[in-house]
């Protein structure tokens, strides 16, 4: 199972959106794609009908919470299955406890990925949609993940904030994830019309090169509109100009897997 992180500690850049596109995407190209929703708002939850996540039971913290105490799993209770043929762990404001709860936990930091590592064997992807801050649950994420994608809004302020981002990837690679990789950074909410959004997009491509995916996301009312309706932007306006940027961006992100995949096995060949 390849772990997939959307992070960026800047609300408003198109994270949830993303992570319900890319599942889609992927589950469309016949892969098993599991959801995570790691945000105490339950954002991703509500994206995909789930329109009153604080009355669900069984949660992200319902399932953190019994790796931290060491007590039996319930992972089909929990995970919630979709009619555009993911599944989903759902979150509610319960996290937000959870959180603070994990500060003094014992293995803090990889308790997520203790929980995933019991659904592995279930799907071909896992992605984390992680809340907009670097805190703990963040952490767990970036612990947890094989690669991180970085969506950032074509604004000047959201794409300033890169830095940081990036300075924490590095050191959740040094100290707790060795395997963490940047997928991607996504430029999202692109209007190629205005000067700023060039502007943006070109200073992100030259300042990050080859971390930058080819696809970006343009602005799109139909986009927005998903939320609403729940139901994905491939059912809401298929063959559109959003539709179409995040196909080209699940196959960026297959390629990336299989590149990935590629390098192990050639240095699995040169030992």
């Known amino acids: 199972m390849k772990t997939i992180a959307l992070a960026n500690q800047k609300g408003g850049v198109g994270k949830t959106t993303t992570a319900a596109c890319l599942g889609v995407g992927l589950s469309r190209q016949g892969k098993n794609v599991l959801l995570i929703d790691a945000d105490p708002q339950g954002n991703l939850t509500q994206m995909m009908g789930w329109q009153q996540p604080d009355d669900l039971e069984q949660t992200l913290a319902t399932l953190m919470e019994q790796i931290m105490l060491e007590k039996p799993l319930s992972t089909e209770q929990t995970i919630l299955k979709q009619k555009d043929g993911v599944d ?76 940081q981002l990036l300075k924490t990837v590095v050191r959740v690679k040094r100290q707790l994830n060795p395997k963490l990789d940047i997928n991607g950074i996504l430029v999202t909410m692109v209007d190629q019309r205005t000067n700023l ?11 990050y090169g080859g971390k930058v995916f080819q696809s970006v996301i343009p602005i799109s009312t139909k986009l927005a509109e998903t939320a609403l309706e729940n139901c994905s932007i491939y059912d809401h306006e298929p063959g559109g100009k959003a539709a179409r940027a995040y196909e080209n961006l699940t196959e960026e992100v297959m390629s990336h897997g299989r590149s990935r995949e590629n390098r192990k096995h050639e240095a699995v060949q040169v030992r």
């Not at 293995?107 to 670097?134: F, G």
């Not at 809004?153 to 890169?162: E, F, H, I, R, T």
């Open 197 to 207: 959004s060039r502007g943006v997009l070109e200073q992100i491509r030259s300042a």
């Open 88 to 163: 989903l762990i759902p979150a509610n404001i319960e996290l937000s406890a959870l959180e603070v709860s994990l500060v003094n936990a014992m293995s803090r930091e990889t308790v997520l990925r203790q929980l995933l590592d019991t659904v592995k064997d279930r799907y071909d992807y896992a992605i984390i949609d992680c809340m907009p801050s670097l805190g703990m649950l963040s952490i767990n994420a970036l612990t947890a993940a094989d690669s991180v994608i970085i969506p950032v809004q074509a604004q000047y302020l959201p794409a300033k904030g890169l830095q």
